[in-house]
């Protein structure tokens, strides 16, 4: 009898409220509620993107603040700017049940420079929506026509991908859950950063600060691309980075190669030999230690096996004949640390060219990491490896007592480390959002181990000591970064419905 009390006064609260609680919702149904929505998102998607939002400029990044506290307070979030020392970090908060658990969700609302010049179009701010006809040339379609919109068509604009399309997928997944009157299984938190393309260097100094503020039990980043499928995809992990700049010197000034050359050593020919020595002729790297730590066991290489790639076509996609051999497929290949040259510079060329023996090699490397491999230590590696090739290695330019008395003299300069993050895919987080794909979509969604990028977002995981997933939503060929960045609307869909999915998948109790 006190059983039926509880579930009728439950029932009764339920009915009074207008409102249900989290709930199997049939895929088709959720289908006929995201198409009649889609209209109000890409029109709120083109407003969204057409505020600046490159981090340079604080105050176009204060017109994206007051435009995500507008948008988030008329959804019934609390919202706040919490100060930094760069750009203020955006935090909002929706309070289902205090009994119940709290998700945080990551996104970023800045997006990289923009040059005007190599855009198809007259502003990169100035969205346009475009098809592709039948000869393949892209047409801009008036957006009033979006309410026949077609998941092939595309909208042009800075950041219509990265990051402000998760942005409108999360508004607007609420909004359909609000018209539906079905609550989120959970409390939520929004940590909008708006200087993520910059390393998001205030959130960074933040995190000690504002530890209550952030406090979850589980988070969610939504940033970066789905699988080429455009299949619903879960990653959980993604690689971190960290990089430094290596001098090699030849002569204290450029020195004619005629009166010089057989004389004076040559600097890049020098660090040719020795970056050579970094790696093997199929790209493995020969650096001590580089991969310590690291086992591909039986399981986890059958869930790479699992990721649908097409090996050719990525090689073709890339313009590869044959990949490096560091992993036997393109997601093992991720699994490990890699060792980058990201540019390289010695004396003039083109027109420029000249004559000489130049007096110095300067080469820009990158180590993208795994959870396996922790920055310093790896920038230790490839030190200790420059000295065991005979180089005398300082942090400085050398003195001239020091030109004179090492015959090789290198200069390593490390630069910051962002380590990188992995939950495991059989998690509590991991099942919970594989079920709450395969319940919203009817199938399993593409579970990456790991992805190749780097989200600066690893202190706030680290810091918390909370599970974190992350869930990429947009369409892979977006351009990002580059121009004509673009977001296709079959993702701005699915994205949506992905998001209603997470909402209503309560969280597994431990």
């Given amino acids: 009898m ?8 439950i029932c009764i609260f339920l009915l009074f409220t207008g409102y249900s609680a989290a709930q199997k919702i ?23 993107v057409s505020i600046p939002c490159d981090a340079f400029y604080p105050e176009d990044m204060d017109k994206n603040i007051e435009w995500l506290h507008t948008a988030f307070k008329k959804r019934g979030f609390e919202v706040k700017s919490l100060s930094t020392p760069t750009i203020p970090i955006v935090l909002a908060e929706k ?25 198809d179009q007259d502003d990169p701010f100035t969205p346009v929506l475009k098809r592709q006809n039948a000869e393949g040339v892209w047409e801009i379609v008036p957006y009033e026509q979006a309410k026949d919109w077609d998941k092939e068509w595309r909208a042009y604009a800075r950041a219509a991908a990265d990051d402000k399309g998760p942005i409108i997928m999360f508004l607007h997944a609420l909004d359909i859950l609000e018209q539906q009157k079905i609550r989120p299984a959970y409390n939520i938190k929004v940590l909008l950063d708006g200087e993520e393309e910059k390393g998001s260097a205030g959130l960074k100094k933040t995190v000690e600060k504002y530890r209550d503020e952030y406090q979850a039990d589980r988070m969610i980043i939504m940033d970066g691309p789905a699988h080429p499928t455009n299949r619903p995809t879960l990653t959980f992990g993604c690689r971190g980075s960290t990089s430094a700049t290596l001098v090699v010197y030849g002569p204290k000034l450029p020195q004619h190669s005629g009166h010089y050359g057989n004389y004076a050593p040559n600097p890049a020919f020098r660090a040719a030999k020795l970056l050579a020595s970094m790696k093997d002729e199929d790209g493995r790297v020969l650096i001590d230690g580089f991969y310590d730590g690291i086992k591909i066991d039986a399981a986890t290489r059958a869930i790479l096996e699992a990721v649908p790639d097409d090996q050719k076509s990525i090689q073709a996609q890339i313009g590869i004949a044959l990949p490096d051999k560091v992993g036997n497929t393109y997601q093992e290949a991720l699994q490990y640390p890699s060792l980058n040259i990201r540019g390289m510079s010695s004396a003039w060329i083109g027109a420029q060219t000249r004559t000489i023996v130049p007096d110095k090699a300067i ?3 990158g180590i993208r990491l795994v959870k396996e491999t922790e920055g310093k230590r790896m ?12 180089y005398y290695v300082i942090d400085r330019e050398p003195t001239e ?15 910051g480390v962002t380590n990188a993050f992995r939950t495991e895919i059989d998690s509590p987080t991991g099942q919970w ?30 810091s918390l000591g909370i599970q974190a ?31 209603i999915g997470i909402f209503t998948e309560p969280l597994p109790k431990e």
Wanted: aromatic letters at 6%; a neutral charge.
């Fill in 2 to 9: 006190r059983l039926a009390n509880i579930v009728s006064t």
């Fill in 95 to 119: 309070k289902i049940d205090p009994k119940l658990p709290t998700v945080l969700f990551y996104i970023h609302f800045d997006g990289q420079p923009v040059d005007a010049s190599k855009w």
């Fill in 363 to 365: 080469v820009q490397l």
């Fill in 469 to 499: 997933a992350i869930v990429p939503m947009v369409n892979m060929d977006n351009n990002q970064h580059s121009p004509n960045e673009n977001l296709r609307l079959g993702n701005l869909y699915n994205g949506i419905k992905t998001c």
């Fill in 401 to 415: 007592e020091e030109r004179l008395k090492y015959p090789r003299i290198a200069t390593f300069r490390p630069r």
């Fill in 26 to 48: 049939d895929s088709k149904v959720v289908d006929r509620w995201v198409n009649d929505q889609m209209y109000e998102a890409i029109t709120e998607h083109r407003d969204l």
């Fill in 433 to 462: 959002l594989t079920s709450a794909i395969q319940r919203i979509y009817n199938e399993e969604p593409v579970r990456l181990r790991t992805m190749g990028g780097t989200i600066p977002i690893t202190p706030i995981v680290e």
């Fill in 379 to 390: 920038l230790a590696l490839v030190k200790n490896h420059i000295e065991a090739q005979g």
